[in-house]
């Protein structure tokens, strides 16, 4: 067996078929080019060091090790709602920890200035970010999605009374943050049609928009004014979620619609949107929202409705790269 088949071999027991290139120097030192696409930070590092320790094990005095891999670019979605209580920044916070757990590297911001709720939705209330130059470096939730709120900025329960140009500004150090590898960043947007929402669509151009609605009348109308704000802002629509879809009584088994059924659906339809799925109204998702515990993170059910939709946001990315 020959010294370069042996490195191979030793290599390829840590790395497999991410092994790409082999080659032995003259000097008896060795380089390999490992085939890095998927690893994240630490699984990079991880295996660098395990390279380097097979190699000692068979002699060779010193290895190089590259990793290649090709860089998706990092790419903004967009959640939106027309009106207030929709569930938006729930959604986002599930859809964020859903994409993570299918794989893709992915950051949350939680674009509502004035009314930032993500970090209770993490319980990462009291975490601060750390400034690297005139950039923040996001906090790191323990559901492996880095995220940004100006709740992890201000005092917990300070009023936020900025006006359009300050809120701007606000957002741009939000989304122009250290993002490491992230490669999607999930932006929760505030209710409506403002001033953040124009500087996300003029400065920042997301590469996709999702719109939460809940089933009556009354939201469909501002989801639809939503829908049109994208639009002129040549953002496409991703689809429609149709959120708040049916209670379930945790008693008698029944389902009930308080706030109808099918609405969102049948709006997706009308303006020839994909209807990516319906989100019920739980207890569960409260529960666990209050205390932390996003229902993406677990299993179950309600955790398979979130992967769905962002099983098709997976779609749709890989389809518009």
Known sequence: MTEATALEQALRTVAGERVQVVRISADGSASVVIDAEGLDDTARQTMQSDLHAAA??????????AMSAPRRRRRI?????????VGKSTLSANLAIALHRLGRATGLVDADIHGPSQARLFA???????????????VMSRFGVPMLSMAH??????PIAWRGPM????LGQLIDAEWGNAEVIVVDLPPGTGDVQLTMLQKYKPAGAVIVSTPQDLALIDATRAMGLFEQGGVPLIGMVENMAGYLCPHCGETSDPFGHGGAEQAAMTSGLPFL??????MAIRQGSDAGE???????????????????????LDRNG
Do not use: C, F, H, M
């Not at 799925?277 to 739980?282: D, F, K, N, S, V």
């Open 294 to 316: 996003p229902p993406a993170a677990g299993e179950g059910p309600l955790a398979d409705a979130y992967l769905a939709i962002a099983r098709q946001l997976v779609e749709w």
């Open 167 to 170: 809120a701007g500004n606000a």
């Open 153 to 158: 900025l201000v005092r917990p329960g300070q």
């Open 56 to 65: 000692k094990g068979i002699g060779v005095a010193a290895l190089r090790v």
């Open 277 to 282: 799925g319906r989100i019920p109204l739980a």
């Open 124 to 138: 990462t209330e009291d975490q601060r970010p750390e400034a690297n130059g005139n950039k923040l470096t996001p």
């Open 77 to 85: 979605i967009a959640v939106g709602s027309g009106k207030g209580g």
